[in-house]
């Protein structure tokens, strides 16, 4: 297998991955504070990735490979934190495309500056998979404000610099990396929690499905570290942001929710932006 396809197969899984964390603690999120959902899953994925760590007795990193990881930890926190505030405020329509497109297209502007113009070819597989991650993830009307717009550019930037500073920060190994970022995640979920004093621990009976996000969301972390190390960062960071796809498809599924035009026009341009991407 040649790392041009391995790189598009582990970006895939970890956008297959994601998604389907994603809509396991969506539905989390119904019965149970958020932030709860949001600590006990990342718990539940650091414990996963630091026994993987130990078990594959994967040697301890650099002090600037934990530096890089914790950064893209603390990036990501943002860019979740922006991301619920939004659900809290009924702004998904204009957070969920925005934040999407923004986070798959600042680590190909990276990595073409670090790396490189890819080839044309991918270059239109970029494009396409854009356009599709929009429209998938568009929902309802677009809604109006400021506020929602400044929350999609926040979450979109969070995300994009956690794909970005994870690249480097998984340049010095694996899962002690990613142990490092989640763990990082973890404590601003919890400093965050304490400070509100609000009721944050989720209910028991939904306990299970976040178990199960977490572990979905670290299986996409892992996927996507592995994708970099195969290939190219803007490959990576493309294709596993197609995770809306997998998130639509399985509310289509288990909830039967009805998939819109425009989400299956999105779906068609993400299945030939694949195309061209692992061409």
């Not at 990036?75 to 986070?103: D, K, N, Q, T």
């Not at 073409?112 to 080839?119: I, N």
């Not at 994009?160 to 404590?187: E, I, N």
Request: glycine share 12%; net charge positive.
């Amino acid at each position: 297998m040649t790392p041009s396809v391995a790189a598009t197969l582990l970006g895939l899984a970890s956008a297959v991955s994601w998604g389907a964390g994603d809509f396991t603690g969506g539905l989390a999120s119904k019965r149970s504070p958020v932030l709860g959902v949001l600590a006990l899953g990342q718990a539940a994925g650091v414990t996963l990735i630091v026994a993987t760590a130990l078990l594959l007795r994967e040697v301890s990193p650099a002090p600037a490979t934990l530096a890089w990881s914790t950064a893209a930890g603390a990036s990501g926190a943002v860019g979740l934190a922006a991301l619920y505030r939004a659900l809290g405020e009924g702004r998904m329509a204009v957070v969920a495309p925005v934040s999407a497109v923004l986070s798959a297209s600042i680590p190909v502007a990276w990595s073409a500056l670090a790396e490189g113009m890819p080839p044309g070819s991918k270059l239109a597989g970029f494009v396409l998979a854009l356009a599709g991650i929009w429209l998938i993830a568009r929902a309802g009307p677009p809604g109006a404000g400021r506020e929602g717009l400044a929350l999609a550019l926040v979450a979109g930037c969070g995300f994009g610099a956690y794909l970005v500073l994870m690249d480097r920060g998984a340049q010095g190994g694996t899962f002690w990396p990613l142990a490092a970022a989640r763990g990082t995640s973890l404590v601003i979920a919890l400093v965050v929690a304490a400070a509100r004093r609000r009721r944050w621990a989720p209910a028991r009976p939904a306990a299970p499905l976040i178990l199960l996000s977490g572990v979905l969301d670290a299986g996409g972390n892992v996927f996507f570290v592995l994708a970099t190390q195969a290939g190219r960062l803007d490959v990576a960071a493309v294709l596993s942001s197609m995770y809306p796809a997998s998130t639509v498809a399985l509310a289509a599924g288990v909830l039967r929710e009805r998939v819109t035009r425009p989400q299956s026009a999105g779906i068609l341009a993400v299945l030939g932006a694949i195309a061209l991407i692992a061409g």
